[in-house]
């Protein structure tokens, strides 16, 4: 499976984005698919997570309420919808997929596109 991470971009603190990963290759309903991100001189952190079957999803703390994660199967694609936005925000977002399950460890996600970058200004 390869992962394309879009839809990033400058945005106002307050505003929105919606981030796309589309998927080429066969998803299987046990796996998950998770976004993380990577902000400067900072490790990637988990922020979303939706499993592809039932649909099931998790975020991190800093983003609940504020993002919404999704997914088209008849697109192979997992959506991010990004609200209230906030310079901490700022980021390079990635997608990646776990096939071992239900995870938000980084070291278990792999298939990573080259991410989408996000820009909060204040």
């Known amino acids: 499976v390869q992962l394309q991470a879009s839809g990033g971009g400058l945005v106002q603190a307050g505003g929105s984005l919606r981030l796309s990963c589309a998927a080429s290759g066969r998803i299987y309903s046990s796996h998950v698919m998770g976004w993380f991100r990577q902000g400067p001189g900072k490790e990637r952190e988990f922020v979303s997570l939706?499993?592809?079957?039932?649909?099931?999803?998790f975020y991190a703390n800093s983003v609940k309420d504020r993002f919404t994660i999704s997914r088209e199967k008849g697109a192979n694609t997992v959506y991010l919808q990004m609200n209230s936005l906030k310079p901490e925000d700022t980021a390079v977002y990635y997608c990646g997929i776990a096939r071992s399950g239900w995870t938000t460890r980084v070291d278990e996600y792999d298939s990573w596109g080259q991410g989408t970058l996000v820009t909060v200004s204040s």
């Open positions: 939706i499993r592809w079957g039932t649909g099931g999803t």
